[in-house]
């Protein structure tokens, strides 16, 4: 059952990455061209957004595999990850060319209007209804590769306790 999840959960990772980048495809003013001049240590709560460079798959496999990527470019050879203050140092340390997301950094920092109310003491995890929007938009952006389909209702549900119907 966690396999299944876990699966469910990359490949949606997986939409969200390609949408990401077909966006910064299509709008090239997003990407930055010339990388920042020195790594610096820029705290939220506690981490950054960082790109972490690589000269190989295989190091970036390592890499995914270590971290949850929130983006991934290897035609650029960089990922981008969240990482807490110490693994940014650890980041760091490894000699890999380590860069914080400022552009990212801001879109955490100040989201934008249209963002959903999110679960109170949780702000980093989604709300259903939030997680329906993203969904939602990815099959509105690009109906050809994502569909969005009701394949039944919630425990709650189906008992009369409100609940959501199940979406994938």
Known sequence: ??????ILFVGFLLVIVAMSTSTLLANPS???LEPAPTPELVPIRDGVVVRVYFDDLET?????????????????????LSVSNDEYNLLLETGMRVEVDNLRMLQIVQPGLEQIQTIPGYSCYRTVEETFAAAQAIVTNHPTLATWTDVGNSWEKTNGLGGYDMMV
């Open 1 to 6: 059952m966690r396999r299944r999840l876990l």
């Open 60 to 80: 970036a496999y390592q890499i995914a595999s270590s971290f949850e990527p929130m983006e991934s470019n290897y035609e650029l050879g960089y990922l981008v």
């Open 30 to 32: 997003l990407v930055q």
